[in-house]
Every structure is written in structure tokens, then in C-alpha cells.
T-cell receptor
Framework: GPKVLQIPSHQIIDMGQMVTLNCDPV?????FYWYKQILGQQMEFLVN????????KSKLFKDQFSVERPDGSYFTLKIQPTALEDSAVYFC?????????FGSGTRLLVI | GDSVTQTEGPVTLSEGTSLTVNCSYE??????LFWYVQYPGEGPQLLFK?????EKGSSRGFEATYNKEATSFHLQKASVQESDSAVYYC????????????FGLGTRVSVFP
């Protein structure tokens, strides 16, 4: 079936630096999401993006986080500056409505 | 806010035995309930979803009934195979699906031959 691609699959970055996580959603999907999963913990909703705007965000979506999808290209999650507690697996998902397709995740390690 | 609680893992089984993963939820709205499965190195994949109370969902021999009175959505399979080894997530989504999914902690299931 259609897939959500996430690039890169792994990223190691120094604390304080900026990181951009990329997501290529399913082509006809309109809603895009980021989730965060710390090792051993549950997957938690970060943000939903629709029609070029953030529709909903959780308390985990700190001021250092931003999302965009310029001109229908990658849907990105940018963290600037990064902190140690940002280390996690970040999953992108897209949906046409209440059906979600997830990517395989980007494993981010902040050192 | 919404919450999902499921059987704490890991769950270890022999092939051919039955599996039950309990799931209970809390929400003030009328959710759609989901079971997702996640294999190592991959994202969650939809197993099935049930949008209406008192209906059953099923896929690949797994099934669950949306029990609104008990606020439960327990996953069952009569006879597991080694290939069923994975992490299983119960999740819910409210009518405003812009808020995304609320996941349970996940239950790791390991099936041995």
C-alpha cells in the first residue's frame, strides 16, 4: 500500500544545534502529524498540520519546535535548539481523514 | 483528557495458544477505536479499526469488540503464530481527528515455536 517515507532514519546531533526531520506523506493525504516516542514509553501526539497551518498541538510541542510543508514538498519538523530530552523516535503520519499511515520513524539522539 | 490503558507486557506465548491483550479507554466523546501492530524498525500499521459501539473489528485472525458500556476493546486471537510477534497498540481517535490518535503504552508479544 501507499507509504510514508521518513528521512533520515537515524540522526545524532549535538545539543543546541538545529535538526530537521523530513517526511514524505502519502500523495493524496491532506492531514499530517508528528508523534514522539521515548524509549519504553507510549507514542504521543505532537502536532497536526492541515492546509498549510498547525491545527492542533500538544503540550509536548515546545516553542523550539516548528513544522512546515513548503510548496507540497516534505513535511518537516524542525527543532531549534535541540535539548537532551528531545532524544526519541519521531513518527510522521498522514491521513485523508480518520485513517492514518505512519512512517518508520526517525531515531534522534541528542548528545 | 483522553487515555488508553492496555495489558502490560511483555507477553510470551507458544505457537497455537490463544492471545488476549486488554485495552480500556477514557474519553468524554464518541471515539473510533484502533488496534495497531508494530514490527521492529517499522512504524505502526493499522490492524483494524471500529468506529461504532457494539461492533467487532477483525483482521488476520485478530478481533476486538467495541464495548461502550465497559469502555473496553480487548484484542484476541485464538491461535497465534511466531509471525505474530510484535508490539500491539490500542488507540482512540475522537470525532475531531485533527487531534490525532491517543495511544496506549503498547504490549510486546513474543511467540515461540
Amino acid at each position: 500500500g501507499p507509504k510514508v517515507l521518513q528521512i533520515p532514519s537515524h540522526q545524532i546531533i549535538d545539543m543546541g544545534q538545529m535538526v530537521t526531520l523530513n517526511c514524505d506523506p502519502v500523495s493524496n493525504h491532506l492531514y499530517f502529524y508528528w508523534y514522539k516516542q521515548i524509549l519504553g514509553q507510549q507514542m504521543e501526539f505532537l502536532v497536526n498540520f492541515y492546509n498549510g497551518k498547525v491545527m492542533e498541538k500538544s503540550k509536548l510541542f515546545k516553542d523550539q519546535f516548528s513544522v512546515e510543508r513548503p510548496d507540497g514538498s516534505y513535511f518537516t519538523l524542525k527543532i531549534q535548539p535541540t535539548a537532551l530530552e528531545d532524544s526519541a523516535v519521531y513518527f510522521c503520519a498522514s491521513s485523508p481523514g480518520p485513517d492514518y499511515t505512519f512512517g518508520s520513524g526517525t531515531r534522534l539522539l541528542v548528545i | 483528557g483522553d487515555s488508553v490503558t492496555q495489558t502490560e507486557g511483555p507477553v510470551t506465548l507458544s505457537e497455537g495458544t490463544s492471545l488476549t491483550v486488554n485495552c480500556s479507554y477514557e474519553t468524554k466523546q464518541y471515539p473510533t477505536l484502533f488496534w495497531y501492530v508494530q514490527y521492529p524498525g517499522e512504524g505502526p500499521q493499522l490492524l483494524f479499526k471500529v468506529p461504532k459501539a457494539n461492533e467487532k473489528g477483525s483482521s488476520r485472525g485478530f478481533e476486538a469488540t467495541y464495548n461502550k458500556e465497559a469502555t473496553s476493546f480487548h484484542l484476541q486471537k485464538a491461535s497465534v503464530q511466531e509471525s505474530d510477534s510484535a508490539v500491539y497498540y490500542c488507540a482512540l481517535s475522537d470525532l475531531n481527528y485533527a487531534q490525532g490518535l491517543t495511544f496506549g503504552l503498547g504490549t510486546r508479544v513474543s511467540v515461540f515455536p
